[in-house]
């Protein structure tokens, strides 16, 4: 990494303190800040001019309940479906232990027994993915999320409205998210996406990696094929037998031969291996799909169980719909067995809908075929293919009771939102 290099070996080196956001051009001369006395600092001789960045929230959904609950700050603490389910988040105490995201459950708890299990509370996670996004959106309209915690800033452009170059800005930046919403974050910084995003994941938790131009070809060079985005287990089994067991043994194939080998996947092999990544930041892209689903606490066979589950399940997708303002054209079903083999299922609507019944008949068509003595873990259900609101349920003649059904179930919705979800449980007629 750029500022991990020799101070001397770099005259130019320009030093930034991360608690009292001093900025001056030079090395520390005992590593720490001379106005605060701080040891964490940023160090490169780039870091005036880097201005694309990459911040990833550390162990988000664990970071936010330790922040509502300080009991478990110094406890391992682990997100997740239940003894049956998969650890969606572990703290950092947690991964002492070699908790993972996406362990099983039950290995997750044989490594770590004392840790204190939390189901995930998406809705809260989400709104304070909202207020950090709210944040990041204050000092760059160019935010591209990624996910509930993570996304790409480009900030070039903004020293004239901040009055400071780009990393001093990101700095501040994560001081209000820490000291305003409680969570912690990493930051990469670099001249495009792809470093910025192996850089954020460098010194994580509360890091600020940085990799400049000059640097990148060397940094990448003995890093395994893996860390190219886009490099899946398939993929990297395959480089590894063609003899491309690190980045750097990328450099010695053209990029004809790249693509001739591995196809489009050949031509960001050969660029990122030399550190170019032309993609731009993209704001806040378009809601491609809607969906819910749940890992069950033992895994069902039972065709009326999995049909009630999935009842629950399209009230919640309906919700959604009305809140997010869309409906949805197709409608898919996914299930996965005890041995997480996937199963999904798909079918298009005449007419997009927001409505849970519709939800629930065509999910209850694409089920029934997969009721044949297999036990399935979990079960999802989403639509996807989305219009505006305005378009789904479209008055019919050939139903014409189907617009006082859509009002009604935005009516549930309503008194649901008010006064709790099992305020009103609506039935269905059997099938």
Same mark, same amino acid.
């Given at each position: ?5 020799? &101070? ?29 006395? @701080?040891?964490?600092? %940023? ?18 959904? %664990? ?97 004239? &409205? ?39 994941? #460098? ?16 940094? #990448? ?29 990328? #450099? ?25 990544? @032309? ?11 809607? @969906? ?25 997708? @309906? ?104 305020? &009103? ?7």
């Amino acid at each position: 990494m750029g500022y991990r290099r020799a &101070l001397n070996d770099h005259p130019d080196l320009h030093s930034l303190c991360r608690d009292c956001l001093h900025l001056w051009a030079g090395a520390p001369g005992d590593g720490r800040c001379p106005r605060c006395g @701080s040891p964490r600092l %940023a160090i490169h001789d780039e870091l005036p001019s880097l201005s694309l960045a990459h911040i990833d929230c550390d162990s988000f959904y %664990a970071t936010v309940e330790k922040r509502d609950d300080p009991s478990l700050r110094d406890k391992p603490v682990i997100i997740g479906g239940g003894h049956r389910g998969v650890v969606s988040a572990a703290c950092y105490v947690a991964r002492v232990y070699g908790v993972r995201s996406a362990m099983p459950m039950y290995k997750a708890l044989d490594l770590c027994p004392d840790a204190v299990v939390i189901r995930p509370n998406m809705e809260k996670y989400a709104a304070v993915g909202q207020e950090i996004r709210k944040l990041m959106r204050a000092v760059t309209p160019l935010v591209e999320p990624l996910s509930i915690d993570e996304a790409f800033l480009d900030l070039a452009g903004t020293e004239r &409205l901040h009055g400071t170059p780009p990393a001093q800005t990101l700095a501040g930046l994560i001081r209000r998210i820490e000291n305003r919403i409680g969570v912690s974050a990493s930051v990469g910084l670099s001249y495009n996406k792809f470093l910025a995003k192996v850089a954020s994941d #460098l010194e994580k938790p509360r890091g600020f990696a940085i990799i400049g131009q000059k640097e990148a070809q060397t940094f #990448l060079a003995d890093k395994p094929v893996n860390m190219i985005w886009g490099v899946g287990k398939a993929l990297e089994k395959k480089l590894n037998q063609n003899g491309f067991q690190v980045i750097g043994d990328l #450099l010695r194939e053209d990029e004809h031969s790249l693509i001739k080998r591995y196809g489009v996947m050949g031509r960001r092999l050969y660029r990122f291996a030399r550190g170019q990544d @032309s993609r731009k930041v993209e704001p806040e892209s378009e809601t491609k799909s809607i @969906s819910v689903e749940y890992t069950f606490d033992t895994d069902i066979d039972s065709f009326e169980i999995l049909a009630a589950e999935l009842s629950k399940m399209c009230d919640k997708l @309906s919700a959604r719909m009305q809140k997010k303002g869309y409906g949805a054209r197709t409608v898919t079903l996914k299930l996965k067995d005890r041995d997480f083999h996937l199963i999904t299922r798909s079918k298009t609507l005449p007419d997009p809908t927001q409505r849970a019944e519709i939800f629930f008949n065509i999910g209850l068509d694409l089920l029934k075929p997969e009721i044949n003595g297999t036990a399935y873990r979990l079960m999802g259900i989403g639509g996807s293919e989305l219009v505006e609101a305005s378009e789904a349920d479209p008055p019919s003649l050939a139903n014409p009771d189907s617009l006082r059904k859509a009002h009604l179930d935005k009516t549930i919705t309503e008194i649901r939102e008010k006064l709790g979800p099992s305020a &009103l449980v609506k039935g269905f007629p059997p099938q």
